[in-house]
């Protein structure tokens, strides 16, 4: 049985489970599952993904959590019982981990890496925490470093930011605004600096912030440089080159001869740490210097020196480093650096010690460089914190032994309980007589500590720290010097016990450097280390008297020196010394050494000894109190209890006597702990006065000199020593109320209304010195010169918000010091007195203060200080002390808000105000408070406010003064507080603040105030993006204050009382309310959306409920709001919420009603819904989803309840349906605009997307304005664009519009207010300029005209002359200039995913220059990356038309020019041709081959038909776009014979014009372009070729069985009987300019040419057999059975009717190579096989020839290539024809139909002049014939005429002409046939020219090179072929 669980509430799924049984939830690992019921080990339950699914599950498969459950029962709350900053983690991984996959997509890859690595962390964190093991501190450091990482993540993913108070997130609900703008801060400023949390400004007072001090870890890795041999010290120090002076201790390394330690122990531990360097001691001129002492010979090389048993402490090298060169280094890293020190050796050991110094300086003469660049290697890293903290976070180091080596003398910061007792010894120098040697002496100082008793104090003695101490010290020896200096540091750790009494002894032993190697003992010194008065040796040089002794002197006596005077002082000391001692001083000799002490225990300070044994002089206390003062500061802290007590004593002994004394004495060491060096020792005076104190009648007499003070302030001229006790106020007090109590223990509780009534009379004082404060500033505003009024005061606010300034009158420092230390005796007052009697106490106190605002600034800051210390205070937690203070508080705040002044510290008492009175409410009721703060300040603050926000919008533009109060954290802070306030507010406490004003102007006033304040929230953005939580708390309180308040407005100022300001105040706000993007909650994750959901509902719905509400009761006075809200309102319909729009939707039937009722139209309406539209869409305002909001706004116009509806039941339906559908078509266009428009899109889509929306603004809504607009955007992208032919055209659009008339227009866009005339001149004359630029000097000459016409009507001739100068220029440029043809493409977009304006529409675009198909198709394919492309030519079915998706569809079309006459005039250049071929093209078509019928296996061409498409745009090209739909489209279909015909016709053109090229010299030199086109035709129709059409078409067969194609079989032949008359002709061009080397390839073609000619010849006898009426074309042919030559068909015409054959500019070359294993029947017009197609255009550079590569392409129709555009001189399609019967060679290729261009321009006749002399060919011309034909074999028919053989020759000097013989003569053809002996001569007889086709199969691989090798061929005697 299924029973609710009790304790098993939540689990997490810790084994995947499928579910497979009957209602089984499917759980994947690592869910979190909500358990609602058990049964036999079953849970029943959820999934916290999705609630809504509820099933059963095993228990076996859930790991439970502890969990605390609310509101048992159905809708119950169930929260995991652990440490929320676990369930954080869990719940932002979880959100982090969808987003970190989107990252790789993204390519961010940098941020993927860093993200995972961070996820790990916090994964291993989260796994520490839950596993219970860690100490609190521990916890709290994995907490901060949790919260760190979370917030970086946050912050990188774009999320929000999260508040945080001890690394938890807050609710925003148990604290108030300003407390959680503070969190926010405080975590933005932990995010940024990636540390842990600050613990928040100081706001108030001055305590000081304890200095972080730096830590330097040394590592001394090895000694590469150890060539000494003997056992090295290395001492480490740092040294401040500044101060010439060493700062720390020593760190000593003893190394082995072989540079390992010489303790084992320490391998890889030979390191220190530097310790309490401030941040003064990093800015100083620091140095490492690492001194190396060898310890060995007394000379390293010379072994004579010394016996090698006696071992001398010697100097060998020294070591610097500068720390300004590696300190950012170590800063920034985190871990250890190296560095390589170099060892430097000194040349003179005099200078030993000074050669730190000079290896600093560089002085390198005074010392040697070593050999090599190796030395030291030493790891260096710099820690931050104290060492503690350092401990902590450093483990590793401290595990390794390191040694602590500090600072000599005190760090800034002495803690209490820092116990020390150094005595730092410097042995400077010496100077010792020679004592009758011939060299100086090598002298070793060795030192002892001893005791009293004459012993030697053991482990006294430290060289550096890494090092056991030592009892005896040894000195390095320098060699043969007689005044050495050592400058070495020694410390002397000795025990307090032992200092007093102990000295030291300095013993001098010469160093003999022969064979006994002895140290001889002659002198020695000493010094005490306490003088007689019991102060200790002083911090400075002492210079000791040398005793000479005996080299055998034992000292076993040392009172035997004593008693001796160690210097001159001690001299001085005791004059009469027997002279009959056994030590002598030497005078001539003496030893400095200077100390230093650095102890918390022992004094130099004589003053401070006299204090403490006060006693022992009684006579002297007035003296010893007096001179306290002067006594350091560090030995005051150090023995502060000991000095507390005898004050005490001293007062206690006599109060009267040394009372006042005794005063100033406590009052100087409280202000010394004031000092931030020992700001650290007040828990030490804390401690004292509560555990130690013990002077019981000590209050009296300190209330009574405090008093005594104050009284005497106002006739005291110097206020120093009443200023200090007013600063000691709280120690005073202190001091008072802990003396009274521990007087009341002891009595009782007696004198307890003397004590109270002094306390009174003591704030009685208080208040005087206040007040002479207050009466001295009015007396300031006279004395001080003019001072300004409030008004005028007021006024100079103006420029900015006053900032603190010292030119304002100062205060009296004696108030302010008192003012500043006031705040600090509640606490004390409230151990002896009620909450109420304090708070009486402080509000008299406040209450006397000065409250004008104008007497300085000074003042006022110190004055507002101690109200925010009064505030901050614990006196003001109370209930009952907040409501008697509050008042003045409140009054001394509003009347610095009034006057605009002190703003940041007014807004830090307001929020901790507001902070306290959160907390308590959440306990008791502060209704009364609130009221208050209302009254007071609601108004103010509002004031404040706006003049804050105008302030700081007026001054961005002014840099250079940084103004405090204009800055955004002071403006965060005032609303936080404004905020605060209102979300305290009850009903009752808005319905008194309504009910409290006087008038509907005041109320009008606050309502204006109050909603700009709330538009200026949200427009000006005062929170950050990502401070989610503040701006939706902020949100919240907005809408619930405008619920409250709308009421008013309703109620007061509607009707007759209307007030359109306020009301269009309230609207404007509504609608910014709900456009807010942090409450747009469709673009948050699910998880968030619900959180936000629950906690506050959709506030835009309640929002837009408030909004409709007040507009329907607005009633007639709607009309005001029309057209000026519809922008607004429509705003608001763009948010992506149901509920929203269907608010909204009445309110615009509401606007068309209002305005038809007034005007009978609803034109404004119209007009304003469209430019709104437009704006708010086109220009990225409302929603980003785009989609949405399309679907949106169709709504909004569509199904019920809809604004069309509620339209239809009008009078004025018909219109309003228009309107609406118009703007439902609008919208499609605009989202279509703005999706291409919002980012990446590329310029085709944008250009697109504008020319759609410029058409629908001119067709369908005629809002001319809007038009021009996207006019003038569309010329700018087009230009950005570099399309300037498109630019022209877009900017013709508004040209049209204009007239040349003298009407004045307005100023527009970027044009001047100018007249219609110039504006229309200027416009030309633009256009002008971008048809040169687009090279389209046809466009932009009409427009010249155009101008002329205008300038010459006003005879303006000078811009005439420019204007024609310019048309002149164009003419040159068509003539000149070089322009490229451009390729066409038809493209296909089908899917519903393409945007509006391209989903299942077709166009075609002109392509850029030298775009090929390939490139364009990649192109489009980058522009649609979601496309697919379509691998077929054929229309697509309704699935893809209709599918979610994309799909492309591209191929190559051909352009069929509209002016047909222009391209037929056989004079007109090419050059103006090939313009016309391409431009002003509407009419594009393609071809797909296919075959009909049966297809015959041995010649598919019979059966090989041709769909022909044409496409006709809505616009020609080039237009306003560089592609245009297609409006409708043509189909037919072309017979096998017509396309044989096309082909043939197109090939005869193309070799015409490249023959006519190269015989007039269009083309020079190399006439490789004309032998391949030669070898291609001739070759392929050889041995296939047309060969193929002969077997086709002439078939008897197939005439038979095709009578209706008699006409075109006839037609066919005679194209093909042209073709042989051109190649002939181009032969003959070839004979004259081919070169010597390639005369064999030219008699390769004229043998082939006679194949071609018989094979032709052949075929058209049995083809004349079968065609009916054949015989009656020729009298030579009736009654004859002989077949007619092929050639005989020609008769002669007249010279009119010769026409120049066509000719085609030099500037087009060749088409292109193409390979492709596509098949014949797969191609349309852009395809090529596998065969070398020479186009109808030339080369103008042949050698280009070389340069051809073919271009493998695989691709079926969608994706084939077209010849090179910019490279045709023709823009036909090329139907390109295989040989279906290639030779072996070419077998590997397959059978393709080359598709050619049609041709544009048929010739009637050639251009050729006639090559016959008087009718009659020329003996020359009878030679080339027959040079070219050879000797014709008889023909197969025997009754052919021997005139029907004949044959004419031609003049190679003359040009060549095709198919014309002269009028009068026989034509006298060539017969092709082997048979024939002889040319035959024919009757003449006519044929229509045409042109011919051209094949050339591509070379196979291994001959690809034969294009490569033709040389430049020199002239050569042209071949003709007869007519």
């Not at 700062?247 to 310790?275: H, Q, W, Y």
């Not at 077709?1402 to 090929?1412: A, I, K, L, N, S």
């Not at 093909?1616 to 032969?1627: A, P, W």
Request: neutral net charge; glycine residues 6%; hydrophobic residues 35%.
């Amino acid at each position: 049985m299924w029973t609710p669980t009790e304790d098993e509430k939540i689990g997490v799924v810790v084994c995947s489970f499928r579910g497979s049984v009957s209602h089984g939830l499917t759980l994947e690992l690592g869910e979190t599952v909500q358990i609602l019921e058990k049964c036999e080990g079953w849970y029943r339950g959820f999934s916290t993904k999705k609630p809504t699914i509820k099933g059963i599950f095993p228990a076996g498969y859930v790991h439970l959590k502890k969990a605390v459950v609310t509101n048992r029962g159905q809708y119950e709350t169930v929260v995991p019982l652990e440490d929320p900053i676990i369930t954080e983690v869990t719940s932002t991984l979880q959100e982090w981990s969808v987003l970190w996959k989107q990252l790789y997509v993204k390519h961010k890859v940098d941020l993927f890496y860093k993200l995972r690595h961070v996820m790990n962390e916090l994964i291993d964190l989260r796994r520490q925490l839950l596993s219970g093991h860690l100490t609190q501190d521990q916890v709290r450091e994995v907490k901060r470093h949790i919260t760190v990482r979370l917030d970086w993540g946050n912050e990188h993913l774009g999320l929000d930011l999260v508040p945080r108070k001890e690394f938890e997130m807050v609710d925003a609900d148990q604290i108030s605004v300003s407390d959680l703008y503070k969190m926010h801060l405080s975590s933005r400023h932990s995010v940024q600096q990636s540390t842990s949390q600050d613990g928040g400004r100081q706001r108030h007072g001055d305590s000081c912030r304890m200095p972080v001090p730096h830590h330097l870890f040394v590592n001394l890795k090895s000694f590469t440089y150890n060539t000494i041999g003997e056992d090295t010290d290395i001492f480490f120090s740092l040294y401040d080159l500044r101060e010439g002076k060493q700062i720390s201790e020593k760190f000593m390394v003893k190394l082995n001869k072989n540079g390992g330690p010489k303790n084992p122990e320490k391998v890889d531990r030979l390191c220190a740490l530097f310790t309490d360097l401030s941040n003064k001691d990093m800015k100083r001129d620091l140095y490492i210097v690492s001194q190396v002492i060898r310890t060995g010979r007394m000379l390293l090389n010379d072994s004579k020196k010394g016996p090698p048993h006696v071992q001398y402490r010697r100097p060998y090298g020294c070591a610097v480093l500068a720390m300004s060169d590696v300190l950012q280094t170590i800063s920034e890293l985190k871990e250890e650096k190296d560095f390589v020190l170099k060892v430097y050796t000194c040349n003179n050991e005099n200078e030993w010690y000074q050669i730190h110094e000079n290896i600093i300086r560089k002085s390198s003469t005074k010392y040697t460089a070593p050999s090599t660049n190796y030395g030291l290697i030493i790891s260096l890293q710099l820690l931050r914190g104290d060492m503690e903290q350092v401990r902590r976070e450093n483990p590793m180091i401290f595990n390794r032994g390191v040694a602590i080596t500090r600072k000599l003398g005190f760090p800034d910061v002495i803690m209490p309980g820092d116990i020390r007792n150094d005595l730092y010894l410097t042995l400077e120098r010496g100077d010792f007589e020679r004592g009758g040697k011939s060299v100086q002496k090598n002298i070793e100082v060795t030192m002892y500590v001893l005791y009293a008793d004459g012993e030697i104090l053991k482990e006294c003695i430290s060289l550096g720290s890494g090092e056991h101490n030592i009892s005896e010290y040894r000195s390095f020896v320098l060699y043969h010097n007689n005044s050495p200096r050592w400058s070495e540091v020694i410390k002397l750790p000795i025990p307090i016990d032992r200092f007093r009494g102990s000295h030291l002894r300095f013993e001098f032993r010469h160093c003999s450097t022969k064979d006994k190697g002895e140290k001889k003992l002659f002198g020695f010194a000493f010094t005490p280390l306490m003088r007689e008065d019991g102060t200790t040796l002083s911090d400075e040089s002492h210079e000791l008297y040398v005793y000479k002794c005996d080299e055998n002197t034992t000292f076993s006596n040392h009172a035997l020196y004593l008693g001796l005077p160690c210097c001159k002082d001690d001299f001085n000391g005791c004059p009469n010394i027997p002279s009959s001692l056994i030590f002598q001083r030497s005078t001539k000799e003496t030893l400095w050494i200077s100390t230093q002490l650095s102890s918390t225990k022992l004094t130099q300070n004589v003053d401070l000894l006299a204090l403490l044994k006060w006693k022992a002089h009684p006579d002297r206390v007035m003296d010893i109190l007096g001179r306290l003062r002067h006594v350091c500061g560090e030995e005051i802290v150090k023995f502060l209890q000991d000095i507390l007590d005898t004050l005490f004593s001293i007062l206690d002994d006599n109060t009267d006597k040394y009372g006042p004394l005794v005063f100033q004495s406590l009052v100087f060491i409280i202000n010394l702990l004031r000092d931030s060096k020992f700001y650290h020792f007040r828990p030490v005076m804390d401690t004292y006065i509560q555990k130690h104190f013990a002077g019981a009648l000590a209050y009296k007499e300190l209330i009574r000199c405090l008093k005594w003070y104050m009284d005497r302030s106002a006739e005291v001229v110097r206020q120093d020593h009443i200023q200090e006790a007013m600063r000691a106020l709280e120690y005073l007090f202190k001091f008072i109320v802990q003396s009274r109590i521990l007087y009341s223990r002891a009595t009782c509780g007696m004198e307890e209304d003397q004590f109270r009534a002094s306390i009174q009379e003591l704030f009685q004082s208080i208040r005087f010195v206040l007040s002479l404060d207050s009466r001295s500033s009015e007396t300031l505003i006279f004395t001080q010169g003019p001072q300004p009024t409030t008004g005028q005061a007021t006024t100079n606010q103006g420029n900015c918000l006053q900032p603190l300034s010292c030119t304002a009158p100062r205060p009296s420092p004696l108030s302010a010091a008192l003012l500043n230390s006031f705040p600090a005796i509640f606490d004390e007052l409230l151990q002896m007195f009620t909450v109420q009697e304090v708070a009486e106490f402080v509000r008299g106190t406040l209450g006397s203060m000065p409250s004008t605002v104008h007497i300085g600034q000074s003042m006022d800051v110190v004055k507002l200080q101690s109200i925010a210390r009064t505030v901050d205070s614990r006196l003001f937690s109370f209930p009952e002390s907040r409501r008697i203070l509050l008042p003045v508080v409140l009054h001394h705040i509003h009347l610095h808000l009034r006057q605009q002044k002190e703003l940041l510290i007014c807004s830090g008492i307001l929020s901790s105000i507001f902070s306290i009175i959160k907390s308590s409410s959440l306990e008791s009721s502060v209704q009364e408070e609130v009221e208050m703060m209302v009254e007071s300040l609601l108004d103010v603050l509002l004031q404040t406010l706006l003049a804050i926000m105008s302030k700081s919008q007026s001054q961005e533009a002014v840099r250079g003064q940084r103004c405090p109060q204009c800055t955004a954290e002071i403006t965060g802070e005032y609303v936080s507080c404004l905020l605060s306030l209102l979300r305290q507010m009850s009903d009752i406490h808005f319905q008194h603040l309504l009910d409290n004003f006087q008038s509907k102007e005041e109320l009008k006033e606050f309502l204006l105030k109050i909603f700009c304040v709330f538009r200026n929230l949200m427009k000006l953005s005062i929170f950050p993006r990502d401070w989610n939580v503040m701006r939706l708390l902020t949100s919240n309180i907005i809408v619930s204050t405008t619920q409250y308040l709308s009421p008013a407005l309703h109620k007061s100022f509607t009707d007759a009382d209307f007030d359109f300001k306020v009301w269009n105040s309230y609207f404007s706000l509504a609608v910014l309310f709900i456009n807010q993007p942090s409450l747009q909650l469709e673009t948050l994750t699910p998880a968030k959306r619900k959180k936000v959901f629950d906690k506050y509902g959709d506030m835009r719905v309640m929002m837009a409920y408030e909004l409709f509400s007040m507009w329907q009761n607005l009633g007639e006075n709607k009309i005001h709001f029309i057209p000026g809200m519809i922008g607004p309102f429509l705003g608001v319909t763009l948010v992506p919420q149901n509920e929203v729009r269907n608010i909204m939707i009445p309110i615009f039937h509401d606007m068309m009603d209002w305005e038809q009722r007034k005007n009978g139209n609803f034109k404004q309406v119209e007009a304003e819904l469209i430019d709104k539209l437009d704006s708010l869409v086109s220009e990225g305002k409302g929603d980003e989803n785009y989609r949405e909001l399309f679907s949106l706004l169709t709504q909004l116009f569509g199904p019920y309840p809809s604004l069309l509806e509620k339209i239809e039941q009008e009078t004025w339906r018909e219109t309003g349906v228009s309107f609406v559908t118009s703007v439902t078509r609008l919208m499609e266009r605009l989202l279509d605009y703005r999706d291409c428009m919002k980012g990446d899109e590329t310029e085709n889509k944008k250009i697109g997307c504008t020319v759609n929306l410029l058409n629908f603004y001119k067709s369908e809504i005629n809002k001319e304005e809007m038009y021009i607009r996207y006019i003038h955007k569309l010329c700018d992208m087009h230009l950005q664009a570099e399309n300037y032919t498109e630019a022209a055209f877009t900017l013709l659009l508004y040209w049209e519009l204009l007239h040349w008339e003298e009407r004045p227009l307005r100023e527009f866009l970027h044009y001047p207010a100018q007249s219609e005339w110039h504006r229309k001149e200027g416009l030309c004359r633009k256009v002008i300029h971008y048809f040169n630029k687009g090279k389209c000097w046809e466009y932009g000459i009409p427009l010249c005209r155009e101008l002329a016409f205008q300038y010459e009507s006003l005879y303006d001739y000078q811009s005439l002359s420019w204007i024609r100068k310019m048309e002149a220029a164009y003419y040159d440029n068509i003539m000149e200039q070089q322009r490229l043809e451009p390729e066409f493409f038809r493209v296909g977009f089908y899917g519903r995913k393409f945007p509006f304006f391209l989903r299942n529409k077709e166009f075609v675009c002109r392509g850029h220059d030298y775009e090929r198909l390939e490139a364009f198709q990649q192109r489009m394919l980058g522009e649609f990356p979601q496309a697919i492309a379509m691998q077929h030519p054929n229309q697509p079915d309704e699935g893809i038309l209709q599918g979610e998706a994309q799909y492309l569809q591209i191929y190559a079309v051909t352009p069929v020019p509209e002016n047909i006459d222009v391209l037929q005039m056989d004079r007109v250049p090419d050059r103006i041709k090939s313009f016309y071929r391409v431009n002003n093209v509407r009419r594009f078509r393609y071809d797909r081959p296919f075959h009909k019928g049966p297809k015959d296996k041995d010649n598919e061409f019979k059966s090989l038909w041709i769909e022909r498409t044409t496409l006709i745009l809505t616009h020609p090209l080039p237009g306003i776009s560089r592609w245009f739909e297609v409006d409708k489209r043509e189909l037919i279909e072309v017979s096998p014979l017509e396309n044989a015909i096309y082909v043939v016709e197109n090939k005869n053109q193309e070799l015409r014009t490249l023959i006519s090229q190269y015989q007039h010299k269009q083309l020079h030199g190399n006439i490789n372009l004309l032998s391949m086109c030669l070898n291609g035709v001739i070759d392929a129709a050889v041995n296939g070729g047309i060969a193929r059409y002969q077997e086709a078409f002439f078939d008897k067969e197939y005439i038979s069985s095709h009578p209706e194609d008699t006409e075109k079989i006839t037609q066919l032949k005679d194209l093909m009987q042209e073709q042989v008359h051109i190649l002939g002709m181009g032969l003959a061009v070839h004979e004259k300019l081919v070169h010597p080397e390639m005369r064999p390839l030219h008699k390769k073609l004229i043998d082939q040419f006679q194949m071609m000619r018989s094979s032709l010849c052949h075929c058209f006898y049995v083809a004349l057999q079968g065609l009916p009426g054949l015989d009656k074309l020729s009298p030579a042919c009736s009654g004859s059975s002989t077949p007619r030559g092929i050639l005989a068909t020609h008769s002669p015409m007249s010279p009119e009717s010769i026409k120049l054959m066509h000719r085609h500019s030099p500037l087009n070359v060749l088409g292109s190579v193409r390979h492709s294993s596509s098949s014949l029947s797969s191609h349309t017009s852009s395809e090529t096989g596998n065969l070398l197609i020479l186009t109808d255009s030339m080369m103008e550079h042949p050698e280009d020839l070389y340069r051809m590569q073919p271009s493998p392409s695989s691709s079926s129709l969608s994706s084939t290539h077209s010849a090179p555009s910019q490279m045709i001189n023709s823009g036909h399609g090329s139907i390109r024809v295989g040989s279906p019967s290639l030779p072996d060679r070419y077998r590997h290729n397959r059978e393709l139909l080359m598709l050619l261009p049609p041709h544009r321009d048929r010739p009637s006749s050639a251009m050729y002049p006639n090559i016959t002399e008087n009718g009659q060919p020329t003996n020359h011309q009878r030679a080339l014939y027959h040079q070219v034909i050879g000797p014709c074999k008889p023909c197969s028919d025997p009754n052919l005429s021997v005139a029907d053989k004949g044959m004419t020759g031609v003049d190679s000097s003359q040009q060549l002409e095709f198919g014309q013989w002269h009028q009068g003569h026989s034509a006298v053809p060539l017969c092709s046939c082997r048979e024939c002996d002889g040319p035959t001569r024919s009757p003449p007889h006519p044929s229509s020219r045409r042109p011919c086709t051209l094949y050339l199969p591509h070379p196979p691989v291994h001959n690809r090179a034969w294009m490569a090798v033709i040389p430049p061929c020199p002239a050569a005697p042209a071949v003709a072929s007869p007519p």
